[in-house]
């Protein structure tokens, strides 16, 4: 059973930064592709990066250049840094596969950014 739990989200005056992690049980995290998603109040979950097994990472165009998505396979944990915060980043962040499963959707970490 793969559960992913999120963490280290806040609140946050716009420009600022902050980093998320997602840690993974289960022992096959580093053979995923895997991405951070986010759902505001009122629109759908979005993709906004992910990283495969082999490191290479992409970014939706709305976060490129301020957020980073980084993988520690040895402590089964995702990253996101996020910086040069917007309030339009304001969200509700989840990990999951790059290709999503249903049953691997956590409770995610509350971002808000506001002055």
């Known amino acids: 059973q793969v559960q992913f739990v999120e963490s280290g989200g806040g609140l946050v005056q716009p420009g600022g930064s902050l980093r998320l992690s997602c840690a993974a049980s289960g022992s096959i995290f580093s053979i995923y592709a895997m991405g951070w998603y986010r759902q505001a109040p009122g629109k759908q979950r979005e993709l906004v990066a992910d990283v495969t097994s082999g490191l290479s990472t992409a970014y939706a165009d709305s976060v490129k250049g301020r957020f980073t998505i980084s993988r520690d396979n040895a402590k089964n944990t995702l990253y996101l840094q996020m910086n040069s915060l917007k309030a339009e980043d304001t969200a509700v962040y989840y990990c999951?596969?790059?290709?999503?499963?249903?049953?691997?959707w956590g409770q995610g970490t509350q971002v808000t950014v506001s002055s």
């Open positions: 999951n596969r790059a290709t999503p499963r249903d049953d691997y």
